[in-house]
Nanobody, 117 residues
Framework: QVQLVESGGGLVQPGGSLRLSCAASGSIFSINVMGWYRQAPGKERELVATITSGGTTNYADSVKGRFTISRDNTKNTVYLQMNSLKPEDTAVYCC???????????WGQGTQVTVSL
């Protein structure tokens, strides 16, 4: 089992920044993909960004150039630096860790990000 705990969400004005963190604990395999997904009210969950244990990143087109995903493998932690936030970024942001070798993933409970005046 793996536990994921997110932090760093909150209320921010348009154009502002937030940094999300997600710490994983439990049975952590060294080869994995960690990522952030988000779900806005009335919408389906969508990918925001992922990063492999080797550091390869992938971003949704809507956040490219504004968000940066990074990780600290020594702490089993993934980060999401969000800059130039827009109202449409408002959502619950959830952390995920995926083990491709066994095709299994785990989710955190999520953290609310609200971008509003």
């Amino acid at each position: 089992q793996v536990q994921l705990v997110e932090s760093g969400g909150g209320l921010v004005q348009p154009g502002g920044s937030l940094r999300l963190s997600c710490a994983a604990s439990g049975s952590i395999f060294s080869i994995n993909v960690m990522g952030w997904y988000r779900q806005a009210p009335g919408k389906e969950r969508e990918l925001v960004a992922t990063i492999t244990s080797g550091g390869t990143t992938n971003y949704a087109d809507s956040v490219k150039g504004r968000f940066t995903i990074s990780r600290d493998n020594t702490k089993n932690t993934v980060y999401l630096q969000m800059n130039s936030l827009k109202p449409e970024d408002t959502a619950v942001y959830c952390c995920n860790i995926y083990y491709p070798q066994v095709d299994r993933g785990y989710w955190g409970q999520g953290t609310q990000v609200t971008v509003s005046l």
